[in-house]
């Protein structure tokens, strides 16, 4: 770099770092921040007051979405490369018929004439939607003509102001008591009363975990990947902008997700039954590990997953410790103290090691706990490319019983009930027939639920489309149906874990898999190293060769790959690595509570047919 440059770039530096000092001291307020949101708010409001008074025709929205051959990029997002492959998604929706759509049909209503009456009489004579086309309440017990069959009660994440602000613009609604958080206790009581297994996709996995293994202003083991992020003196601003008077900033999440999931698996510990959840989570949220705040949702996750003292792997940890001490689990007392005895010598152990002091290896987990990572792989522009499929979906199924299927992530934004408004549906098939769902005799399950479930694993299995460098697991076929046997668990695991393995040593950005092998957040910096300076100035200039070696970066896809094709694949699952970002510190000192972030059920019958999309498409219909 010449002396020009340098010297520009430590003015940045040094400006960016006066800016956050005076808003350390209080000289940048709440109030200074609120008034640029004020701001921004009222020109959001002139804009959508215009386009109402603009005739759709001359809109012209998104053309290049309607232009054949043109390949669009999300909001931000860049192609650099022509051999840089877009991300496939994988999502899950419901199309329901029956009495059931007039509470989701009332639930858009209410919210939307909500939002326009705060924007005022202008805009609610405009865009406000009559009484006089609201949907008729259905007659009690009503069906639709015999193609139902389904019970769905609908469910909602809603905070207390919004549903006073329903009220204002849609009278005759009952009186707010509270935030709404039917999604989060359906499905804490679904996952409780789970007899054989739980499957989850999620787009999230944020839920409360005790004291985390690192404290988030530990900058001494902070990774040399965040250090670098540290140096760009806008994301110090940003930080700083996040943390400006803000309520709360430093608070854990707090949703039951992980306890209850735990607190299952532990009883089927002490009662030394059979048990088994399915995890399956993004291999980090949508965005680039360029962005810290992308880096610090990674942070959290581990920490909700594996590391933090009641993680859910910990979980699982503990329970495993106390059946090994107690001479009769059954004994709710001498449980109870084993519990307390792992759970002391947890405090002064390094909890997210392959074998803490509880000497509960991450392999004695595996007869309860799958967590996979979706990832697919293809020649691009004649090269081996590979991405993640993302995972968008918010599903829950459980004993191939109950679907819960919706918006709401695992995370307190969703499901605090306090925060974003959220919906979803939780569905009970009333049509039935028997399957072997522990490898053993066939049971019963609900018609609805288990064809999904199989529909989704057929398809992560690659038995429902494939690629050039991912063959069918053909292997898994046989065990579709027996999602509770430990055989089926057994072989899922295997594929993952080799499919993570030949990803790893393919390409060198994708973490390693193998718990005795940790990854730092960019894996190809070596984990545990520390950079060999702190000035801001320097750890960019030593970091910026390893974030050319990462996808995020355009000289990455300038220069040719020069690795070798991964062989063997099978199918799109991979296990979840377990000890990706080990005693490693990548939160960005920014707000938590950022980062992290009455309808009555109906019962009459109903039609649903969920539509599953992703790498591959396919439908199943209840």
């Given at each position: 770099?010449?002396?020009?440059?340098?010297?520009v770039?430590?003015?940045?530096?040094a400006?960016?770092?006066?800016?956050v000092v005076?808003?350390?001291?209080?000289?940048?307020?709440?109030?200074?921040?609120?008034?640029?949101?004020?701001?921004?708010?009222?020109?959001?409001?002139?804009?959508?007051?215009?386009?109402?008074?603009?005739?759709?025709?001359?809109?012209?929205?998104?053309?290049?979405?309607?232009?054949?051959?043109?390949?669009?990029?999300?909001?931000?997002?860049?192609?650099?490369?022509?051999?840089?492959?877009?991300?496939?998604?994988?999502?899950?929706?419901?199309?329901?018929?029956?009495p059931?759509?007039?509470?989701?049909?009332?639930?858009f209503?209410?919210?939307?004439?909500?939002?326009?009456?705060?924007?005022?009489?202008?805009?609610?004579?405009?865009?406000?939607?009559?009484?006089?086309?609201?949907?008729?309440?259905?007659?009690?017990?009503?069906?639709?003509?015999?193609?139902?069959?389904?019970?769905?009660?609908?469910?909602?994440?809603?905070?207390?102001?919004?549903?006073?602000?329903?009220?204002?613009?849609?009278?005759?609604?009952?009186?707010a008591?509270?935030?709404?958080?039917?999604?989060?206790?359906?499905?804490?009581?679904?996952?409780?009363?789970?007899?054989?297994?739980?499957?989850?996709?999620?787009?999230?996995?944020?839920?409360?975990?005790?004291?985390?293994?690192?404290?988030?202003?530990?900058?001494?083991?902070?990774?040399?990947?965040?250090?670098?992020?540290?140096?760009?003196?806008?994301?110090?601003?940003?930080?700083?902008?996040t943390?400006?008077?803000?309520?709360?900033?430093?608070?854990?999440?707090?949703?039951?997700?992980?306890?209850?999931?735990?607190?299952?698996?532990?009883?089927?510990?002490?009662?030394?039954?059979?048990?088994?959840?399915?995890?399956?989570?993004?291999?980090?949220?949508?965005?680039?590990?360029?962005?810290?705040?992308?880096?610090?949702?990674?942070?959290?996750?581990?920490?909700?997953?594996?590391?933090?003292?009641?993680?859910?792997?910990?979980?699982?940890?503990?329970?495993?410790?106390?059946?090994?001490?107690?001479?009769?689990?059954?004994?709710?007392?001498?449980?109870?103290?084993?519990?307390?005895?792992?759970?002391?010598?947890?405090?002064?152990?390094?909890?997210?090691?392959?074998?803490?002091?509880?000497?509960?290896?991450?392999?004695?987990?595996?007869?309860?706990?799958?967590?996979?990572?979706?990832?697919?792989?293809?020649?691009?522009?004649?090269?081996?490319?590979?991405?993640?499929?993302?995972?968008?979906?918010?599903?829950?199924?459980?004993?191939?019983?109950?679907?819960?299927?919706?918006?709401?992530?695992?995370?307190?934004?969703s499901?605090?009930?306090?925060?974003?408004?959220?919906?979803?549906?939780?569905?009970?098939?009333?049509?039935?027939?028997?399957?072997?769902?522990?490898?053993?005799?066939?049971?019963?399950?609900?018609?609805?639920?288990?064809?999904?479930?199989?529909?989704?694993?057929?398809?992560?299995?690659?038995?429902?489309?494939?690629?050039?460098?991912?063959?069918?697991?053909?292997?898994?076929s046989?065990?579709?149906?027996?999602?509770?046997?430990?055989?089926?668990?057994?072989?899922?695991?295997?594929?993952?874990?080799?499919?993570?393995?030949?990803?790893?040593?393919?390409?060198?950005?994708?973490?390693?898999?193998?718990?005795?092998?940790?990854?730092?957040?960019?894996?190809?910096?070596?984990?545990?190293?520390k950079?060999?300076?702190?000035?801001?100035?320097?750890?960019?200039?030593?970091?910026?060769?390893?974030?050319?070696?990462?996808?995020?970066?355009?000289?990455?896809?300038?220069?040719?790959?020069?690795?070798?094709?991964?062989?063997?694949?099978?199918?799109?699952?991979?296990?979840?690595?377990?000890?990706?970002?080990?005693?490693?510190?990548?939160?960005?000192?920014?707000?938590?509570?950022?980062?992290?972030?009455?309808?009555?059920?109906?019962?009459?019958?109903?039609?649903?047919?969920?539509?599953?999309?992703?790498?591959?498409?396919s439908?199943?219909?209840?």
């Amino acid at each position: 770099m010449d002396p020009i440059n340098r010297r520009v770039d430590q003015a940045k530096q040094a400006a960016a770092d006066q800016v956050v000092v005076e808003m350390g001291k209080g000289q940048v307020t709440e109030a200074n921040v609120t008034a640029l949101m004020a701001l921004a708010k009222q020109a959001v409001r002139e804009a959508y007051v215009g386009l109402l008074k603009t005739p759709w025709a001359q809109r012209s929205p998104n053309k290049e979405l309607l232009t054949a051959g043109v390949q669009s990029m999300p909001v931000g997002g860049m192609a650099y490369w022509a051999r840089q492959p877009r991300m496939p998604w994988q999502d899950i929706q419901v199309r329901i018929e029956g009495p059931s759509v007039y509470d989701l049909s009332m639930n858009f209503i209410r919210r939307w004439n909500s939002l326009q009456t705060q924007l005022g009489p202008e805009v609610v004579a405009k865009a406000a939607i009559k009484t006089t086309l609201f949907p008729k309440i259905p007659a009690s017990g009503q069906g639709n003509g015999g193609q139902g069959g389904m019970k769905i009660d609908v469910l909602r994440s809603a905070p207390l102001e919004l549903q006073r602000d329903e009220a204002k613009a849609t009278p005759g609604l009952a009186k707010a008591q509270g935030p709404q958080r039917e999604i989060h206790d359906a499905m804490v009581s679904a996952i409780l009363n789970a007899e054989r297994f739980i499957y989850i996709e999620n787009q999230f996995f944020q839920s409360g975990f005790g004291t985390p293994s690192v404290k988030g202003n530990d900058r001494e083991l902070e990774s040399a990947p965040m250090r670098y992020l540290q140096s760009i003196p806008g994301n110090r601003i940003q930080a700083a902008v996040t943390r400006t008077g803000a309520a709360h900033a430093k608070q854990f999440p707090q949703n039951h997700i992980a306890r209850a999931i735990g607190d299952r698996i532990e009883d089927a510990i002490r009662w030394d039954q059979p048990f088994h959840a399915y995890l399956v989570l993004p291999v980090h949220p949508e965005g680039s590990l360029a962005d810290m705040a992308i880096v610090g949702q990674i942070h959290w996750t581990m920490q909700s997953l594996v590391f933090a003292q009641h993680s859910l792997v910990n979980r699982v940890r503990l329970a495993l410790y106390a059946r090994r001490k107690v001479k009769n689990p059954l004994n709710k007392a001498e449980w109870d103290a084993a519990k307390a005895e792992g759970a002391a010598i947890r405090e002064v152990d390094d909890v997210s090691s392959p074998v803490c002091a509880l000497e509960v290896d991450l392999k004695d987990i595996a007869p309860y706990l799958t967590l996979l990572n979706l990832r697919s792989c293809q020649t691009v522009e004649g090269a081996a490319s590979t991405e993640q499929a993302y995972v968008h979906s918010k599903l829950l199924i459980v004993d191939d019983l109950v679907v819960i299927v919706g918006s709401a992530n695992i995370n307190d934004r969703s499901l605090h009930g306090g925060r974003d408004s959220e919906l979803a549906v939780c569905i009970t098939d009333l049509a039935t027939q028997r399957a072997p769902i522990d490898g053993k005799n066939p049971i019963v399950v609900r018609t609805f639920a288990h064809d999904l479930r199989k529909s989704l694993w057929a398809k992560h299995f690659g038995l429902r489309g494939h690629t050039d460098l991912i063959q069918p697991a053909s292997s898994l076929s046989s065990v579709l149906d027996k999602p509770a046997d430990p055989a089926t668990w057994q072989a899922i695991q295997a594929v993952a874990a080799a499919n993570a393995a030949q990803y790893h040593r393919s390409f060198e950005w994708t973490p390693c898999a193998d718990a005795n092998r940790p990854s730092s957040i960019w894996p190809v910096w070596p984990h545990g190293q520390k950079t060999k300076s702190r000035v801001h100035f320097d750890v960019n200039r030593e970091l910026s060769a390893f974030a050319d070696r990462m996808p995020f970066s355009e000289k990455f896809w300038q220069r040719p790959f020069r690795g070798k094709a991964p062989k063997n694949l099978k199918g799109y699952i991979c296990a979840l690595p377990l000890t990706w970002t080990r005693d490693e510190n990548n939160h960005p000192n920014m707000n938590m509570i950022l980062l992290t972030d009455n309808h009555h059920p109906s019962t009459a019958p109903a039609t649903a047919v969920a539509t599953v999309q992703g790498s591959s498409k396919s439908e199943g219909a209840a």
